[in-house]
């Protein structure tokens, strides 16, 4: 069964880091395009970043220059680094994996999906 687990997910102050994790199993995740998407109550769920089978990353507006995207195809995870976490941050927060992503936005018809972590920054 091909499986994507997330992790690390929690409740931080504003100016907080957080580190997320998406570990893949079931297949190999290396010829992917791996990302995170999230979504808050209320509002449709939206890119956040994704990184390339050949470690090109790319990010939402929102979170440039405050996340980071790093995979370890050893371990078929993805991380996603959080810092100067905003109180608008707080979301479910859902890894995702398409074996046809070339570049820019993934898609949100994603090939797979995690069950999601929930995040939430205090002010």
């Known amino acids: 069964q091909v499986q994507l687990l997330e992790s690390g997910g929690g409740l931080v102050q504003a100016g907080g880091s957080l580190r997320l994790s998406c570990a893949g199993s079931?297949?190999?995740?290396?010829?992917?395009?791996m990302g995170w998407f999230r979504q808050a109550p209320g509002k449709e769920r939206e890119f956040v970043a994704v990184i390339s089978w050949n470690s090109s990353p790319y990010y939402a507006d929102s979170v440039k220059g405050r996340f980071t995207i790093s995979r370890d195809n050893a371990k078929n995870t993805v991380y996603l680094q959080m810092n100067s976490l905003k109180p608008e941050d707080t979301a479910v927060y859902y890894c995702?994996?398409?074996?046809?992503?070339?570049?820019?936005?993934?898609?949100?018809?994603?090939?797979?999906w995690g069950q999601g972590t929930q995040v939430t920054v205090s002010s």
């Open positions: 079931g297949r190999d995740f290396s010829n992917y395009g």
């Open positions: 995702a994996a398409d074996q046809t992503h070339r570049g820019g936005v993934l898609s949100i018809v994603c090939e797979y």
